[in-house]
């Protein structure tokens, strides 16, 4: 399983639909990422520019793809942004690859 993270904020007027028949979001996503084959790991309303995120695990990136599609054609969003997350323990195997990747990278203007 591959780990993401979306980023969203509602448009106003989802935000009063929800205002006027609250329902359960988190159950909603889980059914979302269960319908691709992945799981909901966790769901945060928050302040600031964006007004929630969720981190989920699916099997791909065409499933990440497959959920993010959905969700920015429903018409709710103002924004979605989903991004895929390194752990910790993959970070060594990436830093390697980078470090050797770097010695066939020419910096513009050289």
């Known amino acids: 399983m591959t780990k993401f993270a979306a980023f969203f904020s509602y448009k106003p007027e989802t935000w009063n639909q ?3 028949k609250p329902g ?3 159950a909603a996503v889980r059914d979302l990422a269960s319908a691709v ?3 909901l790991e966790s769901m945060y309303f928050m302040f600031g520019e964006r ?3 969720v981190v989920f695990d699916v099997p791909d990136r065409n499933a990440a793809a497959a959920v993010a599609i ?3 054609s429903s018409g709710a969003f103002s924004h979605m942004e989903t991004r895929e997350l390194i752990s910790p323990d993959d970070l060594p195997a990436v830093l390697e690859k980078a470090a050797s990747a770097r010695e066939s990278y020419r910096p513009p203007g050289q």
């Open 18 to 20: 929800m205002l006027m």
């Open 24 to 26: 359960d979001r988190t």
């Open 37 to 39: 084959g992945g799981s």
């Open 51 to 53: 007004d929630g995120f």
């Open 70 to 72: 959905a969700v920015n």
